[in-house]
DNA sequence: AGTCTTTTTTACAAAATCTTTACACCTGAT
DNA sequence: ATCAGGTGTAAAGATTTTGTAAAAAAGACT
């Protein structure tokens, strides 16, 4: 089996290294880029499985390439910043960032969001059915199970589970939440969605009070898994 | 035993080739189109037993040569696209595709699916009757029995409970009904649904008021189990 | 034509769903 | 401790969707 291959966009040095040595340790396959412009290049030339993007580049803001690469790569992008910009990571996941980590991270946690990531790459291939923990969903019954059981869902509460159910693993802001479901216009309407949030839990957690499913990441949105 | 016959329309050369030496080495007889025209052509003069149809056609958009199938081909057409939209999944699915896959696509999953289409080509060309809860439905004898007792539906009746019992456990949209039984032009006619639904009820359901049949999935359509 | 059956309209009642409001809760900062 | 910001929950409206009955229209048959 080939290794499978990783892009880092981070203009510090040492933080290449680093991450260099404990993925290669790890058997992925490193490929770096030290500018934004360069990472894009890298990126077109021979598409990695997964970039780790730095958001504080120097030559352009990391959000200007996050945008240029959603243009067409379509696998996992994961953010790397500093601490204390959650303005930045809300954006980022709006402009369809896969996943965030705050430097400095642990390297366990890093890996574990890049399998879970790179997972997705694969399993976001398969369209008509899903089985996540107890839950099973078939889109082309348009039916949702839990533990065998048929769930009954309004139309919304449908099309929020099965936002969630496509971005396992993945924070979703409240503005792309809001945005996807009920259209642009709606993005202030926290309100709604934690109604939504709310008769969901009720009807796919086991202990609502302490959702397993459906994670809140407060101020910021909601992660799935 | 013949090998069963296979029919891709697609148009990039390279998918041809990898589904024709993965069909071929699984004992399939594969048959190529590259345009949707094409396509066409072929599924009329030699039916095969499933077609594979990408969406991203260069002659014409896939959903049109899918409906053009689907006025005289009754067989399996399981979807390929790259696509990973909502919308386009519903469209196929709503036009009368049997299965729908993103690509790129696992190959043992295309070969579950493709299993598990024929399989239904042949149930629904041999089983002439089928038997869901207290209903017994003859399709050669155009016969309804609840609890051996004939029931006498008008012709209306009758197809749509057809409809209903060859997609049992889906959902089945008001527009996607309202073509089957009434055809394209009708598709906002939902209150002839409402009112066809309600005179069915009162014949196969033992309680037309909580009915166990044919449930209804509000803002979106009907369920039949 | 006239009768019978079936489909299409119409009108309104009933149910389900969505939206809004009100308030409780939790967490972290002052 | 108090406060503010974000979050969770229940329940009252408002709105949309669905169900039902029954009349009108359209065919089908004798």
New interface residues.
């Given amino acids: 089996m080939n290794k499978q291959e990783i892009l880092i966009i981070d203009d510090e040095p040492q933080i290449r290294k680093l991450l260099e040595i404990t993925l290669e340790s790890h058997d992925y396959k490193v490929i770096q880029a030290e500018t934004g412009k360069q990472g894009l290049l890298m990126a077109a030339n021979h598409p990695p499985e997964l970039i780790l993007l730095d958001l504080g580049l120097p030559d352009s803001s990391g959000h200007e390439i996050l945008k240029e690469l959603r243009q067409w790569y379509n696998k996992a992008i994961i953010i790397l910043s500093v601490q204390n910009s959650e303005h930045d990571i809300v954006t980022a996941l709006d402009n369809g960032a896969t996943d965030y980590l705050s430097k400095p991270f642990r390297t366990a946690e890093l890996l574990a969001r890049m399998r879970s990531a790179i997972r997705q790459n694969?399993s976001?291939?398969?369209?008509?059915c899903i089985e996540i923990g107890d839950l099973h969903i078939d889109?082309?019954?348009?039916?949702i199970r839990k533990n065998d059981e048929l769930l009954k869902l309004?139309?919304t509460e449908?099309n929020l589970l099965?936002l969630f159910a496509k971005n396992e693993g993945r924070v979703l802001t409240h503005q792309y939440i809001l945005k996807e479901i009920w259209g642009v216009g709606y993005q202030t309407e926290t309100q709604y969605l934690r109604v939504f949030v709310a008769q969901l839990r009720k009807k796919i957690e086991d202990n609502p009070n302490q959702p397993r499913h459906i994670i809140t990441e407060s101020g910021v949105g909601y992660r799935f898994q």
Same sequence: chains 1, 2.
């Fill in positions: 694969q976001s291939n398969t369209v008509s889109w082309t019954a348009r039916s309004t139309a449908y099965s």
